[in-house]
């Protein structure tokens, strides 16, 4: 483990599996929920913020400017089915479905089983106010991204209390 990791306050944890970055750009378990921006499959300037609910399965889908997306009518559209996928990536299937309470059925964690757990359960249309707070949080690690390596401090993050003396 790095000097920084070990100096760190919130622990480091590396990716399941690396996982490509252009069809779910950010995905999060996070307000007891999963959630995530996707791109659209068929604009390129339009993504669309998704969500499920731990427990619940409540799931909510709309763009970034809060218009539904057709395809959640009653059950998973395909932008929450890629969510699903890029978190089983992202944090492993099993945090995933223990995060979710999606029991498997016996069934080894994966993207289609989790999947068709929680769709079996018949899961309600969730609230779409989510959206707001998940794209920002998006924006936010974009922003980041335009930054130059350094190992300077980050001042918007002079919060974070040190934990120990520097050497």
């Not at 769709?119 to 707001?132: F, I």
Request: net charge positive; hydrophobic share 40%; glycine share 8%.
């Amino acid at each position: 483990m790095s000097d920084w990791e070990r100096s760190s306050t919130a622990r480091v944890i590396a990716p399941a599996r690396p996982r490509k970055l252009a069809k779910v750009p950010f995905v999060e378990l996070a307000d007891g929920r999963l959630q995530g921006v996707v791109s659209s499959g068929s604009d390129i300037e339009r993504v669309y913020v998704s969500s499920v609910a731990a427990g619940t399965y409540a799931f909510a889908c709309s763009t970034n400017n809060n218009r539904p997306c057709g395809g959640a009518r009653g059950s998973f559209c395909n932008h929450i089915r890629a969510l699903i996928g890029e978190a089983a990536l992202q944090y492993g299937a099993e945090r995933v479905a223990r995060y979710l309470r999606a029991e498997t059925a016996g069934a080894e964690p994966n993207a289609q089983t989790i999947t068709a757990a929680m769709g079996a359960a018949r899961p309600p249309q969730g609230d779409t106010r989510a959206a707001a707070p998940v794209f920002s949080r998006f924006l936010r690690h974009l922003a980041y991204l335009e930054l130059a390596p350094t190992t300077a401090p980050l001042p918007e993050m002079h919060w974070f209390p040190p934990t120990r003396a520097v050497a």
